[in-house]
């Protein structure tokens, strides 16, 4: 069993729409990640968020937001995509003990055209 | 701010040794860490320091000086299969304990 799977592997919309990508994590861990890696390769952390707390890289534009809707998933939902958006989106978790070690999903490949 | 800066692209030699160095700055250093990404997949976790020293891992040994912001990742027995980009990340406390990532650092290995 894949222990972080993201969903679509692919997307590839239109500047305006909105769109959501799915995560999902079967090792029980407690805290997730979203991570944007641009055409450079720079891997940026977007979001973490636990049971408790939702930390904000404050960089990243209020159009992007991610929803838990329980411990195993973490949502990122995009609006009004523009053509920089395009990016791989690389979700994670860790155990809070061990936040070091994260597990990366195999990452959302999103072209804005 | 944080700061990290590691060298672009590397090659090296099957059966060889090769050191990838990493430096950084950055207030409340709570960490530094290692992965490694193979084009097209994922990153996955190699090796974490928190105090000055070696950690050896199998061939993978990770080196961390705080005083000195500077750490680097030692791979031995070079095999093709390590050819893959090298992320060093470092958290801090002042960033809510999350990893700010280097650049990469692209390793070719060679026959």
């Known amino acids: 069993d894949t222990a972080v799977s993201q969903t679509p592997k692919y997307l590839v919309t239109q500047m305006g729409n909105d769109k959501s990508i799915k995560c999902e994590q079967n090792?029980?861990?407690?805290?997730m990640y979203w991570y944007k890696q641009d055409s450079k390769k720079f891997l940026k952390i977007m979001f973490s968020y636990n049971n408790k707390e939702l930390i904000i890289n404050e960089t990243v534009p209020n159009r992007f937001s991610p929803k838990s809707p329980d411990k195993a998933h973490l949502n990122l939902h995009i609006n009004s995509l523009e053509l920089g958006d395009s990016a791989v989106y690389f979700c994670?978790?860790?155990?809070?003990?061990?936040?070091?070690?994260?597990?990366f999903g195999p990452g959302t490949r999103l072209t804005v055209t | 701010g944080q700061n990290i800066d590691q060298p672009t692209e590397m090659t090296a030699t099957e059966g060889a040794i090769v050191q990838i160095n990493c430096t950084y700055q950055t207030s409340g250093f709570n960490g530094l860490f290692w992965y490694q990404q193979h084009a097209g997949e994922a990153p996955t976790f190699l090796s974490y320091n928190v105090l000055d020293g070696l950690e050896e891992k199998g061939r993978f040994s990770s080196f961390l000086s705080r005083s000195k912001g500077y750490s680097y990742l030692l791979l031995k027995e070079l095999q093709m299969k390590d050819s893959a980009s090298y992320l060093c990340a470092v958290r801090s406390y002042n960033y809510g304990q999350n990893f700010v990532f280097g650049p990469g650092t692209r390793l070719s290995v060679l026959p």
């Open positions: 994670a978790s860790s155990q809070a003990q061990r936040t070091y070690e994260q597990y």
């Open positions: 090792l029980g861990h407690d805290t």
